[in-house]
């Protein structure tokens, strides 16, 4: 899996700031509340780095859904199945016709 770094803006880090004053969580109250380290609420609060799982008991515990977009994203690497497929369809139909040409080998030679 490929991981696209995905930062929060100043904006959002601003916004997510205000609503922990305003609800009264200070960080270290949230980290203890979700069950990890203080600096990786800080990280999380800052932009600095990310986390799904956090981010998403973060939005669960604040009762506000999509406060961090990176959580709803879908960070897999592109897989393009139609594409793939037609490259195994043809790999499997070359392996075939090389084992075929083989056994006619094999046969015309007894």
Not at 49 to 65: H, Q, Y
Not at 68 to 88: E, N
Not at 94 to 101: M, V
């Amino acid at each position: 899996m490929i991981r696209q770094k995905v930062y929060l803006d100043n904006k959002e880090v601003v916004y997510i700031r205000k609503l922990l004053l305003e609800k009264g969580i200070r960080p270290i109250d949230l980290a203890r509340r979700l069950g990890v380290n203080t600096s990786t609420i800080y990280k999380i609060l800052n932009g600095s780095t990310r986390s799904k799982r956090i981010a998403l008991a973060i939005e669960d515990f604040l009762g506000v859904p999509n406060l961090f977009p990176y959580a709803h994203q879908d960070t897999s690497s592109s897989f393009d199945y139609k594409d793939t497929k037609q490259k195994l369809t043809n790999t499997l139909k070359n392996t075939n016709n090389s084992q075929e040409k083989t056994e006619n080998l094999i046969a015309n030679k007894n």
